[in-house]
């Protein structure tokens, strides 16, 4: 979860640019062992990416890739452990038709996790746009790059794009079906923000802030389990673009917000219905003190 500091007003991986031209149904499923020093809900999310991976080269009958990415935790010597397709990722996973469904079994007490999928793919067509964006810890400076986090530590995004052009920026929250509205910040009057071309923007911090400090909200994050896994979501397109549907709660402090699927369902027509839409979806790791 994540809560909202307050102090006058309340205040790379990959990214993907995504032309959908095919959108089909795909169902596939994926078998993976877990690593000895991975927790359920983290081999749970690999064998999920894994799964929507294979759909997408079943169903379109291209070549889909996979690279490893292992964040050592400063708090223990657990890795943190995901998994993306890289640059040369032909297709994606768009939304799902039902939930995934979760076998699990043992090999050597180690376990075993079968994960089925089905929903829409869809190709991705033409030259791919790189913006960069870097998850920061406790500054806003890019050498405290981080995806793993302590319960009251502050986030802080880095954002630099080759063009101009506009930003969202949610928090998906898979365990208390959640998806919050980091940016554009609670008091603008507008459903995204514009950035310049070859600015460097470093969000959720009013000292760096690039208009008006009292309108930045300034994040810090919160763990109620031993562990939480959740997804910082940025939403670029060079044209301006209608954002979901919010609800807005009397707590002055509360983030606006909405469910995730809601949240799915509105990508999901965002990315058909605009072929300039680029996506970065960044895992983030919040471990409880």
């Not at 870097?134 to 405290?144: C, D, V």
Request: hydrophobic share 35%.
């Amino acid at each position: 979860m994540i809560r909202v500091s307050l102090l006058i007003f309340v205040i790379s991986l990959f990214s993907l640019n995504v032309y959908a031209q095919k959108r089909v149904w795909a169902k596939a499923t994926y078998t993976y062992k877990a690593n000895r020093n991975e927790t359920p809900a983290e081999a749970e999310r690999i064998a999920l990416l894994r799964a929507q991976l294979k759909a997408v080269n079943d169903a379109l009958g291209m070549n889909v890739s996979e690279t490893a990415s292992s964040i050592v935790s400063t708090q223990s010597d657990e890795d943190f452990y995901s998994s993306y397709s890289n640059s040369s990722l032909k297709g994606e996973w768009v939304e799902n038709t039902c939930d995934p469904v979760f076998e699990y079994d043992f090999e050597d007490r180690i376990p075993v996790i079968t994960c089925t999928v089905e929903g829409y793919v869809q190709e991705i067509i033409g030259l791919r746009t790189d913006f960069e964006a870097t998850i920061l810890k406790n500054s806003p400076n890019k050498r405290y790059a981080s995806n793993e986090f302590t319960d009251g530590d502050e986030m802080y995004l880095y954002f630099k794009s080759p063009a101009g052009g506009y930003l969202n920026v949610f928090l998906i929250c898979h365990d208390d079906d959640t998806a919050l509205c980091l940016l554009p910040y609670r008091e603008s009057k507008d459903g995204t923000f514009k950035v310049d071309a070859d600015k460097e923007y470093f969000f959720f911090s009013k000292d760096k802030a690039s208009q008006n400090p009292d309108l930045v909200d300034e994040y810090s994050l919160t763990c109620d389990r031993q562990v939480e896994f959740n997804d910082v979501v940025i939403i670029f397109s060079p044209e301006k673009f209608n954002k979901v549907s919010l609800n807005v709660k009397e707590d002055l402090t509360a983030i606006k917000e909405t469910s995730v699927k809601e949240f799915n369902k509105w990508l999901a027509k965002l990315q058909a219905k605009h072929n300039d839409i680029t996506l970065n979806k960044i895992p983030i790791k919040i471990s409880s003190k």
